[in-house]
Antibody
Framework: QVLLVESGGGVVQPGRSPRLSCAAY????????MNWVRQAPGKWLEWVAT????????NYADSVKGRFTISRDNSKNKLFLQVNSLRDDDTAVYYC???????????WGQGTLVTVSS | SYVVTQAPSVSVAPGQTASISCGGD??????VHWYQQRPGQAPILIMY???HRPAGIPERFSGSISANTATLTITRVEVGDEADYYC???????????FGGGTKLTVL
């Protein structure tokens, strides 16, 4: 059974740099590209970043490029998102999602809420 | 950047047919996927590559695509179908994944 479990969220002060994690279970993690998607309260889904199955290629939304870094550890079946210089508009639920050939996201975690507040 | 647009809301009576559209320049040249999101829950994939249903998704859900519009159709709508629906695509030209703004389906 495929399971994705995010962690690392919480109340964070502006300017801080938390790292979000996503633990993967029930599938061969190293075979799949992975993504982070976020959703601000009451708002729509926003794609954040993608990383290739072997971790060598990353791609970012313009809104986070240069501030966020996606990475993975295939030996530990974990995906990460380093979030630097947090801003108020980064407040959102952050989801990790598995990507299949054709670009669709077939499994999602339950998300971790990051609230930027002083 | 590539933009896809969705109507903010659609309302339909139980038993009727709901059509949810996703517009974008030459969207017919891409693969479009659809997700259902109920309040407080993570999104669920309900259609991929324009018109393919994942296992467990009822046949009442179908997808189609034309030059500039992708459409999710739900027949015999049930109260349990009330949710937000998002289209999604990988715009290969810009190498960006893109979500539509979502459509809230209300079952009257």
């Amino acid at each position: 059974q495929v399971l994705l479990v995010e962690s690392g969220g919480g109340v964070v002060q502006p300017g801080r740099s938390p790292r979000l994690s996503c633990a993967a279970y029930g599938f061969r993690f190293r075979n799949y590209p992975m993504n982070w998607v976020r959703q601000a309260p009451g708002k729509w889904l926003e794609w954040v970043a993608t990383i290739s199955d072997d971790g060598t290629n990353q791609n970012y939304a313009d809104s986070v490029k240069g501030r966020f870094t996606i990475s993975r550890d295939n030996s530990k079946n974990k995906l990460f998102l380093q979030v630097n210089s947090l801003r108020d508009d980064d407040t959102a639920v952050y989801y990790c999602a598995r990507e299949r050939d054709g670009g669709y996201f077939d499994f999602w975690g339950q998300g971790t809420l990051v609230t930027v507040s002083s | 950047s590539y933009v896809v647009t969705q109507a903010p809301s659609v309302s339909v009576a139980p038993g009727q047919t709901a059509s949810i559209s996703c517009g974008g320049d030459n969207i017919g040249g891409e693969s479009v996927h659809w997700y259902q999101q109920r309040p407080g829950q993570a999104p669920i994939l309900i259609m991929y590559s324009d018109s393919h249903r994942p296992a467990g998704i009822p046949e009442r859900f179908s997808g189609s695509i034309s030059a500039n519009t992708a459409t999710l159709t739900i027949t015999r709508v049930e109260v349990g179908d009330e949710a937000d629906y998002y289209c999604h695509m990988w715009n290969r030209g810009s190498d960006r994944r893109v979500f539509g703004g979502g459509t809230k389906l209300t079952v009257l």
